[in-house]
């Protein structure tokens, strides 16, 4: 299992991202993903999530409005569109994989950096 995540970097408060995560060694559309992020000292939390068909998405409060969860079964992508950035946004961003009938089987990527400052 392999996940390319790319898309971070240094951004502006107010400006925009977009996270790719692109993934291979399993049975991508067979899986929900998620992106997480965990900022220095603090715990990991879910950020947004995408049911293996894209049909069903959901957020984290904090960011619901802003950011957009998508993904491409063909590509065997999952993207997360990030839109009026704020400093609380800084975090490295995981992408996750879990299997939606067997919850158990879960992979994690190894995270892109976002850092939101002026």
């Known amino acids: 299992v392999q996940f390319v995540e790319s898309g971070g970097g240094l951004v502006q408060p107010g400006g925009s991202l977009r996270l790719s995560c692109a993934a291979s060694?399993?049975?991508?559309?067979?899986?929900?993903m998620s992106w997480y992020r965990q900022a220095l000292g603090k715990e990991r939390e879910l950020v947004a999530i995408?049911?293996?068909?894209?049909?069903?998405?959901d957020y984290a409060d904090s960011v619901k409005g802003r950011f957009t969860i998508s993904r491409d079964n063909a590509k065997n992508t999952v993207y997360l569109q990030m839109n009026s950035l704020k400093s609380e946004d800084t975090a490295v961003y995981i992408c996750n994989a879990r299997h939606r009938l067997i919850t158990t089987r879960t992979y994690w990527g190894q995270g892109t950096q976002v850092t939101v400052s002026s």
């Open positions: 995408i049911s293996d068909g894209g049909g069903n998405t």
């Open positions: 060694g399993f049975t991508f559309n067979s899986y929900t």
